[in-house]
């Protein structure tokens, strides 16, 4: 059908550039339908070399030209030729190497979901394959090859950084453990940039309350992070905005939490370069706290 349209294609050329003087449109058609023209002879032969192959009824044929197109990264072709032979192999010696490069080729064509299932299921048939350590691992690695970016949903990191510690955890000894820690790292620091943009996003649209316990639970979450000292002063900021936007009776009790962060920040982070930021929070809330109770003294009941 493609290449059927690629032809109605320079037909249509032909037709619509009839005006144009003989030597100049000859010219022309040279130039523009020649790359056509070699195109529809490529996909064609490949199409007829590959239906070629599929309707010889030898699989010992078959594989050698799925081995081929695997040594040749064409990974499709070879995808097609190892899944027509599967069956007749599937009680034969080749089998487990056929289904290897079999999910390998799913895997480089970069079908991560179907790969990952393949990887799977080798391990299933093959529990006792000197190869089963390296499917584990790269069934691990599917998921974490499906991670998104941080806005969106993190299934698949959240996926990946379990099956990279069980990976951890089953095969103490492999050399794939130092890999498998940094991709548990960089899959971390994903979940821990989605939940920044998360607490960031709910101070930047004035819920304050809500962003000081989203801040807060980000701490909680990586507290080794060394971004800590700066969702610890957002949880401040958070807070001194709640109690400042607050209702006058509310107003001493919530600056007074503001003082209680800013300690927990000294304790915390006391090198901190963004210390004297968090002071000047302090030093707010000290003042706003003796302001209201010279305004309460003022006022009589």
Request: net charge neutral; charged share 25%; with cysteine.
């Amino acid at each position: 059908m493609f290449i059927k349209s690629l032809t109605l294609g320079v037909w249509s050329l032909i037709f619509f550039e009839q005006d144009l003087p003989v030597t100049t449109t000859f010219a022309h058609f040279m130039r523009r339908l020649l790359p056509v023209f070699i195109t529809i002879i490529f996909l064609s032969s490949c199409s007829q070399g590959i239906n070629k192959i599929l309707k010889n009824s030898d699989p010992e044929y078959k594989l050698r030209y799925a081995e081929q197109y695997f040594v040749k990264k064409k990974y499709n072709k070879a995808q097609v030729l190892y899944e027509d032979v599967m069956p007749f192999y599937k009680t034969r010696p080749e089998f487990p190497d056929i289904y290897y490069k079999y999910a390998y080729c799913a895997y480089y064509q970069a079908d991560y979901f179907n790969a990952e299932n393949l990887f799977k299921t080798f391990i299933e048939i093959f529990p006792n394959s000197a190869k089963s350590e390296e499917m584990d691992y790269m069934r691990a690695y599917s998921f974490y090859k499906q991670s998104p970016k941080p806005e969106l949903d993190q299934t698949n990191t959240i996926k990946a950084i379990g099956m990279m510690q069980t990976f951890i955890n089953t095969h103490p000894g492999s050399a794939r453990n130092k890999e498998a820690s940094e991709i548990i790292d960089i899959c971390r620091a994903k979940l821990e940039t989605k939940d920044f943009k998360s607490a960031q996003l709910y101070y930047d649209m004035g819920q304050f309350r809500a962003a000081g316990v989203a801040f807060a639970a980000l701490l909680n979450s990586y507290p080794e992070s060394s971004r800590g000292d700066e969702y610890k002063l957002m949880i401040i900021k958070s807070y001194y905005r709640y109690a400042e936007l607050s209702i006058e009776d509310k107003k001493p009790e919530r600056f007074e939490h503001v003082i209680s962060e800013y300690q927990d920040f000294v304790d915390r982070f006391p090198e901190s370069k963004l210390r004297k930021e968090a002071e000047d929070y302090l030093n707010l809330s000290q003042s706003q706290i003796k302001k209201l109770s010279y305004e309460q003294i003022k006022t009589p009941a």
